[in-house]
């Protein structure tokens, strides 16, 4: 029977943690972070998101406008939106939600958001800088992750993580991660042969494919710590669901994240972490 890792108290605390630190930064510097979220089109999922941010951002006192555009949106229109905020000092960070509609190139306006203001940490040069060892901000679902698992107190060092997904926003991140921290780790995906094989041998287990109950309690190691970055909806009820067949999983695992609950708060909640730190950046320099 698995302990469950509460992402949303966990969040919750670090927001606070936030809060106090942005009343703090507006008594010394006169104001407050202040971050744009750029949503194209109305995608449910993208609304969803960009919704939750816009909460939390308020929560901790981070000031915070949404731009809306349409579908139709040409690149050229994006970019030119991209570079106005990049020159907008008063803009501390900038976040263009995805995915974006196919005849807009996504690193094409990944890349042209100022590294000072790349609260994702999506860009090219925020990327190279994690895998080089530089100093720089970290992506928010992967920072959330090692968050989560130093929040059960079980030591990362020496374990053996499997990481299941290997996109650009998830899977290699939180793989880097998670080698920094020691662990000695495998990264498997979609078409790896024998993946119950290769995932029992985790003792953290990550999972990140978007793929309902891909991950059933046969491939989890009893005691295992599991993590579960899905978010699907359950064919059976409608209902969110991740990528762990959850109900068995918990009886096998030492620690488990549900779905919602779990890995989403700690994205938002280090997002707003990113935006503060880039604003102290910003003003302490
Ligand atoms: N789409 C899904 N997750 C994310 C995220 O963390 N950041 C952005 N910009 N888009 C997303």
Excluded at 210 to 225: H, W
Excluded at 247 to 272: H, S
Aim: hydrophobic share 40%.
């Amino acid at each position: 029977m698995s302990e469950i890792i509460n992402g949303k108290e966990i969040a919750k605390s670090l927001k606070e943690g936030l809060a106090a630190k942005v009343v703090e930064l507006n008594e010394k510097y006169g104001r407050t972070p202040n971050l744009v979220v750029i949503l194209v089109g109305d995608d449910p999922g993208s609304v969803s998101y960009v919704t939750g941010k816009a909460k939390a951002a308020n929560e901790v006192g981070i000031r915070n406008t949404t731009l809306r555009f349409p579908v139709t949106i040409s690149e050229d229109e994006l970019l030119a939106k991209v570079e106005e905020l990049n020159a907008d000092t008063d803009v501390d960070g900038i976040l263009v939600q995805l995915p974006l509609p196919k005849h807009i190139d996504e690193n094409k306006v990944i890349a042209t958001i100022s590294i000072d203001k790349d609260v994702d940490a999506f860009s090219p040069m925020s990327v190279a800088r994690l895998w080089l060892k530089q100093p720089t901000i970290v992506p928010c679902t992967p920072n959330g992750i090692i968050k989560l698992l130093k929040s059960t107190g079980i030591e990362i060092s020496g374990k053996e993580a499997v990481v299941i997904g290997r996109s650009n926003i998830v899977g290699l991140p939180v793989a880097k991660l998670l080698l920094d921290e020691n662990a000695t780790v495998t990264i498997a995906h979609s078409r790896t042969r024998n993946l119950a094989e290769v995932a029992r041998r985790a003792d953290i287990l990550v999972v990140a494919i978007g793929r309902e109950r891909l991950v059933t309690a046969d491939m989890i190691k009893p005691g295992a710590v599991v993590i579960d970055v899905g978010v699907n909806r359950d064919t059976r009820n409608g209902k969110l669901c991740g990528d762990v067949d959850y109900e068995n999983a918990k009886e096998v695992a030492a620690y488990i994240t549900p779905v919602p609950g779990g890995v989403g708060p700690m994205t938002i909640a280090c997002l707003m972490e990113n935006t503060v730190e880039n604003f102290i950046k910003k003003v302490e320099k």
